[in-house]
């Protein structure tokens, strides 16, 4: 099971543009909050990819970028979004690989049927590639909010860690 500390496993997959993207990509260049999703058009599917599209520039500003991953095929990625005026990327992972590596692809139970489907959760990767916090079973109201305040910590994390490892050169290579 993927937990925070672990380095996010990299995988490529198409977008509704069907153009591949790669998160071995962004490494060093944005933070990425990846989601897993179950599907297009339902009701809480629709509000979180809305609500992350919405905050997609206060994202942005934070060097991060958001996308969502779910087993839907390229094309209905792409009615999805010009439907609802979505912004952000969404992957399609019809062969539930990256489900299955990022250990979303999960049995549930739905009126008493037990099936396959993917867990609702969310990945905030670092811009190394590293796994810093993970949210299971989310709710979709609020969660783009709850994410972001997440990402503002990352970044003041960076920017502390900076500081720190600067004066600790500053302390060692005195003069």
Not at 48 to 58: G, M, N, T, V
Request: net charge negative; aromatic share 8%; hydrophobic share 35%.
């Amino acid at each position: 099971m993927l937990q925070s500390g672990h380095l996010a496993p990299d995988f490529s997959l198409p977008d509704a543009d069907m153009e591949d993207f790669s998160l071995a990509g962004e490494r060093n260049r944005h933070h990425v909050v990846l989601y897993f999703y179950p599907r297009d058009n339902t009701p809480g599917c629709t509000l979180q990819a809305a609500d992350f599209s919405d905050h997609e520039a206060d994202f942005a500003r934070h060097d991060c970028i958001v996308v969502g991953v779910s087993p839907d095929d390229c094309l209905t990625h792409a009615e999805f979004r010009d439907q609802h005026g979505l912004s952000i990327r969404l992957l399609s992972d019809t062969e539930t690989e990256v489900c299955r590596l990022y250990h979303v692809w999960q049995q549930k139970e739905v009126d008493g049927v037990k099936k396959m489907g993917v867990a609702r959760t969310t990945f905030i990767i670092d811009k190394q590639g590293v796994i810093r916090h993970v949210l299971r079973d989310v709710t979709p109201r609020g969660h783009a909010a709850a994410v972001f305040k997440l990402v503002k910590e990352l970044e003041s994390d960076n920017a502390n860690g900076n500081r720190q490892e600067q004066r600790g050169y500053a302390q060692v290579h005195r003069p």
